[in-house]
Structures are given as C-alpha cells and as structure tokens.
C-alpha cells in the first residue's frame, strides 16, 4: 500500500456547506467538516454554523454534490499516461486511418528511439484485420513500432522492433503475418517498454495521475507484474505516488510465490499483494481466454497459462504468509482453475483463512451459476470492468462473434454476483478502457444485458467503498466520521434514485426515501463534471472555472 506522507495541508479544518453531500450517516446531509485528513462530521446546514469559527477554510458549495472520491481497481499507470501522451489509435475508424496516423506520429517524432501506440481494435474497422508488418514498415518509415491490440493481450510490430528481440521467431506466439500472443508478445512488449526513458516514464506516470484525479479518482490499484512491465517501473510509481499530490496508488505484483522467502520478495516491491494480472489465461479479442468449449469463430479453446495446482500454490503460500493473491482469469475454462485451486488451498488451510484474506480476480466475465457460487463461498472479490460490455457486448459486438450470441449473453453477470453476495469493485483496466468512472458506473446499471443490470447505487458503491474493501479496508470509502477525507466535487443535474429493473419505479426523488440520491446515469444524460477532488484532505484537482 502507497500513501503519501502527511502535508501540512492535511492537517488544516475544512467545512464544505450548502451543497449535497452523499453520505449513508445522513442522507440529508448539505454539509461536511474535514480535520487532519478525515471526514470529522456530516449533517444540516443549520447545525454547520457551530463549525464556521474553527474552520480555516470555508468552502461555499454553492448547490454542488460531495461524493467519496472514486478507486479504480485496476490500472497500467505508466501505459495509460503513454496513451494519454504517445499514439491514440482507439478512434481510428478504419485500418487505412490507423496507417495514416502512424505514419503522421512517426514523422512528427524523428529524436524518438521507438514509437509506440495503443488502442487499435481492427473488430471496429470495415477491413477487419490488423495492419501487416510491411504496412507498419512503411508507416513508421522503418523504425522500431510497438501497437498492442486495445486489450493488450496481443500486438502488431515493425521489423525494425523485431530485429531487437533475438529469437523471437521461436517463441510461442510468433506468426510471420498477423498479431503476436503469448512469449512473443511479451518479448517485444519487454523490448518496448525497456526503450522508454526514465524522463518518459515519469511523464507519463503523471499525466496518468492527473487524468484521474480530474475525473474524480481518488486511488488506483496498479496490476503491474514481470510480464507486464518491470519492477522498476512499479516500485518508481509507488515513490512517486509518496512524494507527490495526486491520488493514491495500492499497487499489485503478479507475480507467482512458492514460500515465505518470494512473499517477501513482494512486500519488498511495495506490493500490497500479489495479484492482479497474474495470467491464467488471456482475452477473448486476442482469441486467447481460456474456454470449455471452442471459440465460435476459431477452431481452438484459448490459452491456458496456469493449472489449479499452481493456483493452489500460490494461495496456500500468500495466505500461510498473510498475503493477499490475486488472478487475471476471462475464460470459463480459466475462471474453473482458480476456482478448483482456491478450494484446494482452502481444503489445506481451511475456509475461513480463505475467506479472511480476501483473495481477487481480475475480469472474472464469463461466469457461472456455480462458479459465482463458489466466488461467494471462498470470499473470492470480482475485480470487473464495466466499461467492457460497453465495448463490446450485445447481440452484435465482439463477444457475440467471438462465443455465439447465447454464450455472451453470460458474461460479466454483476446482478448474480451481488445476489450471491460477492464482493465488487469496478475498475477500467486503463488503457484497454479509459478511466472514466461515471461512465463505468453507467455501463453496469445499463448493461446491454438486462438480467445482469444493477442499481446506480450498487455501481457507485463498487467504485467507491468496494475498491477499498479489495485492498482489505472497511473503514473508506464513504463519507462518514473518522473515514479518510477522499471525495471529489461534482456540478450535476437533479439527484435521483436510480434501479435496472423494468418492474419497480427506475427512479425516485422522493426524499422520504431515505436513500441518498446519485446523478441520473440514462444513457444520453449528461455526465457529472469534477470541480474538485481532494485525498486525504489535500486538494489534488481544481477544476478550471472553480
């Protein structure tokens, strides 16, 4: 865990009055006071005015709405703020189009060692493939290119990159045409990503940082591991998620721990455990999610990267070592291993030492009955992104073609989830989707699937007090006395209480109801716009009219 070391700003009284502010100790709260860094007190605005002659700041809100600040519970920092500075080709509506932009950003940037990109999604594009190698060579006039797909999971380079990278033909993954998976992949994703200098990848930590922060973020989980990026990378976030303002950073190494010794190793790293993108298999877009039965539009089943034995492994030895563990798992076939070798490390060490480390698994979409069961039963919490069937759900997107329409209908089932009583947390996976909570909140409780739609609140809650309930803390989250004093400003339209199901009144500002209100998600409604977002009482984003 990553929090910054107290400021003098932490330590000074703030009241916030004559606004709406989201709190479960009173859902007729206008008004909030905030010392040394937490929430200190929630009420009426006639009762704010006892507070007014201690405060050092009082803040007129001015009809604004005060939520807890968001956690996005599961991030690549330093990839989202390449993203964020380097090649976008997510809005790319053709391959023709990506090639033009490549070839644009390669001529702009002539002092670059290596070009990268990211976000292109050829499902999108009318050609419906990837750029070839000899389009990219002649795109990026014959230097070293790296272009993950939008889900990371596979790439397109250029010779130039390749030739940097010996013995990648042999390697698992390599085709002479078409995307590398696998080994290959992250042989030149290793590559890359060891081109980019210290100066960039501060840059691009920061300006990630920053983007959250001015969406009302207030913490990130990084997923970091071996094969992802490097320890270098992951430990310098950390430092600088320390030394400067900005929202906090838990972070996560994937990477496997046999005993004690390799635990260690992880908190070393700084690591508040040792999960996240630890692979058991890949993705549904890269055809690499691991299936029962086979792909609907590729004669194979995925890629299997661990057993239950060694997801049994790794459990029993981060719980014996007080650890919390953690797994990428997509696929049916993959979500079956964790599930098998979590029960086998709770058959070892029994059930309540399972449950009470609070193991996660990243995605987690294409559930069943049983094993969202067995989620519930091991205390499992479901790290999932909302934004995903956004992308690519529905009878018609990437999930249809990849499963069958009847298969995608099942994924990212989150209303079983919440019925079965299994711990949420919502997260983007940036930059595969952007950071964009609202809108993350508005994919869930209008999900293209009916049956899997929660309330607002259920996804607000999930974004909020769920992610830090994902990194084993009860006590944030909400804005309640003693609760760290983490919350963002917001300038929205009326407040209503919103739910997914057809059969019971959508929505309600009736404020007998008791429940407090959140922004009207329908799609079409105009997003809450950050005026202002604060962790642990220090400002950390000011919007630009405030």
């Known amino acids: 865990m990553s929090d910054r070391t107290a400021s003098p700003a932490d330590h000074r009284t703030v009241l916030l009055r004559r606004g709406e502010v989201h709190s479960p100790a009173d859902p007729f709260a206008t008004a909030m006071l905030v010392e040394r860094g937490h929430v200190a007190w929630v009420g009426s605005e006639g009762a704010a005015d006892s507070f007014v002659a201690g405060a050092d700041e009082v803040v007129d809100l001015d009809g604004a709405l005060v939520t807890p600040a968001f956690t996005d519970a599961h991030v690549h920092t330093t990839a989202t703020g390449l993203a964020l500075t380097g090649l976008d080709l997510s809005g790319a509506a053709s391959l023709a189009e990506a090639l033009g932009l490549v070839r644009a950003y390669s001529a702009a940037r002539p002092e670059e060692r290596i070009l990268l990109g990211h976000g292109w999604d050829a499902e999108r594009w009318p050609e419906r493939r990837a750029p070839n190698r000899a389009e990219l060579d002649d795109a990026a006039g014959g230097r070293p290119l790296y272009l993950p797909r939008v889900d990371v999971h596979s790439a397109v380079v250029t010779t130039a990159l390749l030739d940097l990278v010996p013995g990648v033909t042999s390697l698992a993954g390599y085709r002479a045409e078409g995307p590398l998976t696998d080994a290959a992949h992250h042989a030149v994703r290793e590559a890359a990503h060891g081109a980019v200098s210290a100066r960039q990848r501060t840059e691009a930590q920061r300006a990630a940082r920053l983007r959250a922060a001015s969406l009302g973020i207030g913490t990130l989980h990084e997923c970091a591991g071996p094969e992802i990026s490097d320890e270098e990378d992951f430990t310098a976030l950390l430092a600088l998620a320390r030394d400067e303002p900005g929202p906090r950073v838990h972070g996560y190494w994937a990477e496997p721990v046999g005993d004690e010794k390799g635990a260690r190793r992880v908190r070393e790293l700084g690591a508040a455990g040792a999960a996240g993108d630890l692979f058991v298999d890949g993705s549904l877009g890269s055809h690499t999610a691991a299936l029962h039965e086979p792909y609907a539009d590729a004669a194979h089943t995925g890629t299997a990267h661990l057993d239950a034995a060694a997801v049994a492994a790794h459990v029993t030895a981060c719980t014996e070592a007080g650890l919390q563990a953690g797994f990428h798992a997509i696929g049916d076939a993959a979500i079956s291993t964790v599930v098998a070798g979590v029960r086998a490390a709770a058959e ?107 309330s607002v609140r259920a996804a607000f809650t999930a974004h909020t007090r769920g992610g830090w309930r994902a990194v084993g803390r009860d006590d944030a989250g909400t804005l309640v006395p003693g609760a760290p004093a983490d919350y963002a400003l917001w300038r929205t339209e009326e407040l209503v209480v919103q739910a997914p199901d057809d059969r019971v009144a959508r929505w309600s500002t009736d404020p007998r109801s008791g429940t407090p209100g959140l922004p009207d998600l329908t799609p079409g409604r105009p997003l809450p716009v950050c005026l202002r977002t604060v962790v642990a009482g220090q400002t950390v984003f000011v919007g630009p009219n405030e």
């Open 348 to 454: 070892r060490l029994g059930l309540a030492r399972i449950r009470a480390a609070r193991h996660r698994v990243e995605h987690a979409e294409m559930l069943t009955p049983e094993t969202v069961a067995a989620f519930a039963e091991l205390g499992l919490t479901a790290s999932v992104q909302p934004a995903f069937d956004a992308a690519w759900g529905g009878d018609e997107g990437m999930y249809a073609r990849r499963l069958g329409v009847e298969r995608a209908r099942t994924l990212n089932p989150y209303a079983a989830l919440l019925r079965a009583g299994v711990p949420l947390a919502l997260g983007s996976d940036s930059p595969v989707t952007p950071l964009d909570p609202w809108s993350t909140v508005r994919a869930a409780a209008f999900h293209r699937t009916p049956g899997h739609r929660i």
